[in-house]
């Protein structure tokens, strides 16, 4: 089992409570609750930025189209070669289950 260095009981009971959340709008709330505006935006522009590395997109190209600066991108390039493999690991989930709606419909 992966050992992360932010273990401790209080995040235990924080990522039990997120897997807990059924759909979209339980995120919305526990979110809007939880953290601030920006602390939402940040995290959302990194999630976007390694979905952006993934498909190849230049530092430039992402820097244009979302806005984040070089020190974001680098940061989020980093944990995706050095990292906990924790976005690879979602992006290939939800790659996954395009390719499966795809197929169905």
């Known amino acids: 089992m992966y050992e992360s260095r932010m273990n401790s009981d209080m995040?235990?009971?924080?990522?039990?409570?997120?897997?807990?959340l059924r759909d979209r709008e339980d995120c919305y709330r526990f979110f809007d609750d939880l953290c601030t505006v920006g602390e939402i935006q940040v995290m959302a522009q990194r999630w976007m930025v390694a979905r952006m590395?993934?498909?190849?997109?230049?530092?430039?190209?992402?820097n244009e189209k979302t806005?984040?600066?070089?020190a974001t991108i680098t940061r989020v390039r980093k944990c995706?070669?050095?990292?906990?493999?924790?976005?690879?690991?979602?992006?290939?989930?939800?790659?996954?289950?395009?390719?499966?709606?795809?197929?169905?419909?």
């Open 53 to 62: 590395l993934q498909e190849g997109e230049t530092f430039n190209a992402i």
């Open 67 to 70: 806005g984040v600066s070089s």
């Open 80 to 105: 995706l070669v050095y990292g906990a493999d924790g976005y690879a690991r979602v992006i290939h989930r939800l790659t996954e289950q395009e390719s499966s709606k795809k197929e169905e419909g």
């Open 11 to 20: 995040t235990d009971h924080l990522y039990q409570a997120i897997l807990s």
